[in-house]
């Protein structure tokens, strides 16, 4: 088997979702769906469920390194993504860990605020995710509220107040960011994206359904799926159009959600929507 045939090995480092939508569990589908094989590091449990979160235990950073160093003295990683980081210390340790086995990408969603609002990490977790672990990714996908946080300023209200956002979020150091436009009002969801040559608006129709829960986790995980499967020698735009496809395939997770009957509050995507 050729080297650009290969199944890719991806790994998600994030907390748990009981209830199978977000999280490293959503992660997981997504991998699957997406035709790479998923491998996972877990950084917290999390008592949740559709209707929202009741507790949040983090793993120990000892924990967490044991995990990641055995993952990576066996596995050959391609891409990974972080998710759920809950203090400083861990993302001490999944920064100094992935310095010494840096895969071809990182992405990072820098999960801060749950859809319920419930706040998922403390103040230094805010400031070491935003100070040690974007400047160590080559993708931020924040939402509004998260890229607030990160910036320390007042959400987005517009769309021309997304574009003012961006430039400070560059310089925060991921050389790609996807600014999640779903917060905004309307019939669209614009995202807004930066990459090293410019930006550009990655437009879709909002759909009218109830079932959110995970989609930030989907789509950074979608986006290191999509990236993983790029050949070492792809065209410098080839990253934008992986972070595209990974947006359509979401839209269209989405649009399937329907056919799901998970809780009573904010049901998952379909992650499967392609095969079941």
Known sequence: MSNNSRLRNVLTIAGSDPSGGAGLQGDLKTFSALGVYGTNVITAVIAQ??????????????????????????????????????????????????????????????????KSGDILVDDAGIRAVRDILVPLADVITPNLPEAAVLLDAEPPASLDDMEAMLPALVELGAPYVVLKGGHLRGDTCPDLL????????????????????????ALSSAITACLAKLPADAEPSAPKQAIGEAKLWLHAALEASTRLNVGHGRGPVHHFHAWW
Do not use: F
């Open 49 to 114: 469920n559709t209707c929202g979160v009741a507790s949040v235990y983090p793993v120990s950073p000892q924990a967490i390194r044991e995990q990641l160093a055995h993952l990576l003295d066996d596995v050959a990683l391609d891409a990974v993504k972080i998710g759920m980081v809950a203090n400083r210390e861990v993302a001490e340790v999944i920064a100094d860990v992935l310095r010494k086995n840096r895969p071809r990408w990182i992405v990072l969603d820098p999960v801060m605020v749950a």
């Open 194 to 217: 930066a990459t090293p040559n410019g930006h550009a608006w990655l437009p879709a129709s909002r759909i009218a359904t109830d079932n959110l829960h995970g989609t930030g986790c």
